[in-house]
C-alpha cells in the first residue's frame, strides 16, 4: 500500500522490559535509510494479537527484521549456552508472525543482523549463541564504536544475487553481534561469509525478494556502496 508512489516499510521494533516498564525502540539509522532510499517507515509493535499483526502487515509493501534481543535457543531445539545470550521470547513471538504475514502475502523481506538470525531459525536453521566462546577467530564480529566504518570484510559467493548486486567480491562490513549462523535454513543459499568462514549473508531463491545480512547497512551505506546497493534492491523490489 505505497504512500505517495513510496513503499511503506515495516520495522520490527526492538522491545525491552524490566519490573516497572516495558519499550520498544529503535535505532534513527534503520529509518533514516528507508527515508534516503525511498521507502516510508512505519515501526511495528512487539506485543498484539494475530489481528492486529495481519492489518498492519497489510499496510506495508515489505518487512525490514532489525538487530537487537538475541534469538531464544528453544527456537533450535538448544538451551541456553551462557549468561550472555539475552533473549526477548515476546520479540521471537511476534516476528515469527511478522514472517508468517509476509510470506503468505509475498511480501520482500530483509533481516539485519538480528534479523538473518531469526530469519534463519524460523525456516530451519541453527546458530552459534555465543561466538567468543563457541569459535575460535581472529575476526573482531563485535567491534566498538563507532559503527559508522567497516571492521573486516565479507567475501561473496560468485554467482550469488549479492555478488552480482555489489559486482565485486570482497565488501567492507561493520559487525555488532555475538550470535551468527551455525545451520543455514534448508533452501537457502549463502551470499556471503567473513574471513574465518562464518555467514554473513543468505537469499531464499525460492522469493522474489528474502535477504539477510549479519552486518548493520543502515550504518554504512554511505561509506560502502554494496550497503547502499542492498538498500536499493530491496526498495525496487518492494514498489
Known amino acids: 500500500m505505497m504512500k505517495n508512489g513510496k513503499p511503506i516499510i515495516g520495522l520490527a521494533s526492538s522491545y525491552e522490559k524490566d519490573e516497572k516498564n516495558e519499550r520498544i525502540f529503535l535505532p534513527q539509522s534503520y529509518l533514516d535509510a528507508v527515508r534516503h532510499f525511498g521507502g516510508v517507515p512505519l515501526i511495528l509493535p512487539v506485543k ?4 492486529e499483526a495481519a492489518a498492519l502487515v497489510d499496510l506495508c509493501d515489505g ?3 532489525t538487530g537487537g534481543n538475541d534469538i ?3 527456537l533450535f531445539g538448544e538451551t541456553v549456552w551462557n549468561d550472555s545470550v539475552e533473549i526477548a521470547p515476546e520479540r521471537d513471538s511476534s516476528e515469527t508472525v511478522l514472517l508468517e504475514l509476509a510470506m503468505a502475502r509475498k511480501l520482500p523481506v530483509l533481516g539485519i543482523c538480528r534479523g538473518i538470525q531469526m530469519m534463519n531459525v524460523h525456516f530451519g536453521g541453527t546458530l552459534y549463541q555465543d561466538i567468543p566462546t563457541q569459535l575460535e ?3 573482531r564480529h563485535r567491534m566498538e564504536e563507532p559503527w559508522h566504518r567497516c571492521g573486516h570484510s565479507c567475501i561473496l559467493e560468485p554467482g550469488s544475487p549479492l555478488y552480482e548486486l555489489a559486482g565485486r ?3 567492507g562490513v561493520n559487525s555488532h553481534h555475538h550470535q551468527a549462523i551455525k545451520d543455514v535454513a534448508p533452501g537457502f543459499g549463502i551470499m556471503g561469509r567473513s574471513e574465518d568462514g ?3 549473508a543468505i537469499w531464499d531463491p525460492r522469493a522474489e525478494f528474502c535477504w539477510g545480512v549479519q552486518w548493520h547497512p543502515e550504518k554504512i551505506w554511505d ?6 546497493k542492498i538498500f536499493e534492491a530491496f526498495l525496487e523490489a518492494c514498489k
Open 48 to 51: 498484539g494479537d494475530l489481528a
Open 72 to 74: 531464544d535457543p528453544a
Open 137 to 139: 577467530t581472529d575476526v
Open 169 to 171: 567480491t570482497v565488501i
Open 223 to 228: 561509506i560502502e556502496d554494496a550497503s547502499a
Open 198 to 200: 562464518l555467514v554473513e
Open 63 to 65: 518487512i525490514l527484521l
